[in-house]
């Protein structure tokens, strides 16, 4: 696709449980962001890829949050034992090479969790 | 703590009327600033930015000042369109920092009425 693709838009899921959100970057771009925004916050970041590699996961909260980009492709953000404070849009963002002023944000991914 | 203080939550502008949009640091590592645009129901958009090196750049009806001293930038969009009404965030990064690694506010709304 043209853009950077977010899967899915919305996301329902009960305390407690597993969610993965995918992300599609722009074909090759190497980096890859995810970033998490709060209701009335900006995005807060959360780790960055390159290529394959997480070059920055200083951002992920804890330990119930991982993601990984196998291919250096496709990126996947996998939340464990959901709760309640995990509700938030995430957002995911490529870029050609690095550098935050090339970046290309998706649409996000708006995760509840009741 | 925030690092980066956007402390208009909202901003009203007439068309055609320039709007100044704020934001303030409070890390003098910083030394790369970008404003991004957000409609709703969509990702962020590079909308402008500036090295810690210029005090000023221009593209089009957009202008970034940064104030070092101050630590404070300023975003002019001149004149204010409707279509520019939208969320502006703006982020920082800095030297050591990974690229990825954008610290934003939390937004100002504009509202340009015709």
């Known amino acids: 696709g043209a853009g950077v693709s977010q899967t899915p838009s919305n996301k329902v899921t009960e305390k407690g449980k597993y969610v993965e959100l995918r992300c599609d970057p722009i074909?090759?771009?190497?980096?890859l962001y995810w970033y998490r925004q709060s209701l009335g916050q900006g995005p807060e970041f959360l780790i960055y890829?390159?290529?394959?590699?997480?070059?920055?996961d200083s951002g992920l909260p804890n330990d119930r949050f991982f993601a990984v980009r196998p291919e250096g492709s496709v990126s996947t953000l996998k939340i464990q034992r959901t709760e309640r404070g995990d509700s938030a849009v995430y957002l995911c963002?490529?870029?050609?090479?690095?550098?935050?002023?090339?970046?290309?944000f998706g649409q996000g991914t708006r995760l509840t969790v009741v | 703590d925030q690092q980066v203080k956007q402390n208009s939550p909202s901003l009203s502008v007439q068309e055609g009327r320039i709007s100044i949009l704020n934001c303030d640091y409070t890390?003098?590592?910083?030394?790369?600033f970008l404003w991004y645009k957000k409609y709703p129901a969509e990702g962020p958009t590079f909308l402008i930015s500036?090295?810690?090196?210029?005090d000023k750049n221009e593209d089009g009806r957009f202008t970034v000042f940064l104030n070092k001293s101050a630590k404070h930038l300023s975003l002019h969009i001149v004149p204010s369109q409707p279509g520019d009404s939208a969320v502006y965030f703006c982020?920082?990064?800095?030297?050591?920092?990974?690229?990825?690694?954008?610290?934003f506010g939390k937004g100002t709304k504009l509202s340009v009425k015709p």
């Open positions: 890390n003098s590592m910083f030394d790369y």
């Open positions: 963002a490529s870029s050609p090479r690095g550098g935050p002023a090339e970046a290309f």
């Open positions: 500036i090295s810690s090196i210029k």
């Open positions: 890829f390159q290529g394959t590699g997480a070059a920055d």
């Open positions: 982020a920082a990064s800095w030297v050591g920092g990974s690229q990825g690694n954008l610290i």
């Open positions: 074909s090759g771009h190497t980096a």
